[in-house]
């Protein structure tokens, strides 16, 4: 059984969450660049480029968004778009939840602010640090620190690239929200509890593109995905008590 490192100082546990999370940003820095690539090509300008990746810095609801996109600001969906961000980052009240022992009762308004480096990844990497007796808010900012960099550095080289790349379909690009989202369902998997929300959020969003023009699809796919989740989680949860 491994022991927890113990750390000498934060400047030690945030070098340790950065060297964890490095696979990560590696493959963060894949699809950064696909996504600077994508954002110049749906008409997104530098400045724009900078304040999304920079503000958000949500690579799923940023593909989404890119997805939604018109290069006509008169049309631009700003509602389905907010929605659409809310729904595939909903998840991390849960996450950001099970982080609350890093931070003491006065270290509460600083750990809010700090949520804003959480990624799947290094989330993911304090959460087994923390299993195994260490992880720490440092060990937590490193890999998120370390990822943000990536992500953003990627989306700048990305958009740059996009310059020299008239058509991102011959280069099969576009198909990089379909990979983006199927590289997340895999790391969600949990096991077959989780086949009914999906079926459901998959027929939905089917039927919602056969019948409404637009982007609705993928608005009703997550609302009515979520809401068959929270369905079985309430109806296995009367079944144990």
């Given at each position: ?63 989404v968004a890119l997805d939604l996109w018109t290069t006509n600001p008169a049309s631009l969906p700003i509602g389905p778009l907010v929605l659409a961000a809310f729904i595939v980052n909903l998840r991390y009240l849960l996450l950001t939840a099970t982080l609350r022992p890093l931070y003491s009762e006065g270290q509460l308004g600083r750990g809010a602010l700090s949520m804003y480096l959480v990624t799947d990844e290094n989330w993911a990497m304090t ?115």
């Open positions: 059984m491994s022991q927890a490192v113990p750390f000498d100082s934060p400047a030690d546990q945030f070098f340790a969450g950065a060297r964890a999370c490095l696979p990560v940003a590696i493959s963060v820095a894949a699809y950064g660049l696909v996504w600077g690539v994508l954002a110049r090509g749906t008409g997104l300008s530098l400045l724009e480029v900078l304040m999304m990746s920079g503000l958000v810095f949500a690579g799923a609801a940023q593909f959460v087994a640090a923390m299993a195994r007796g260490g992880g720490s808010a440092a060990f937590l900012m490193g890999g998120g620190v370390l990822a943000w960099v990536s992500w953003m550095s990627t989306n700048l080289i990305g958009y740059g690239l996009g310059s020299t790349i008239d058509d991102p379909t011959r280069w099969g690009l576009d198909f990089a929200f379909t990979a983006t989202f199927l590289a997340l369902l895999l790391g969600m998997w949990k096991g077959k509890g989780d086949l009914v929300p999906w079926l459901v959020a998959g027929l939905a969003a089917i039927v919602t593109a056969q019948h409404i023009e637009g982007n609705w699809h993928i608005l009703v796919g997550g609302i009515v995905g979520s809401l068959a989740g929270a369905i079985v989680e309430m109806r296995k949860h009367a079944h144990v008590s």
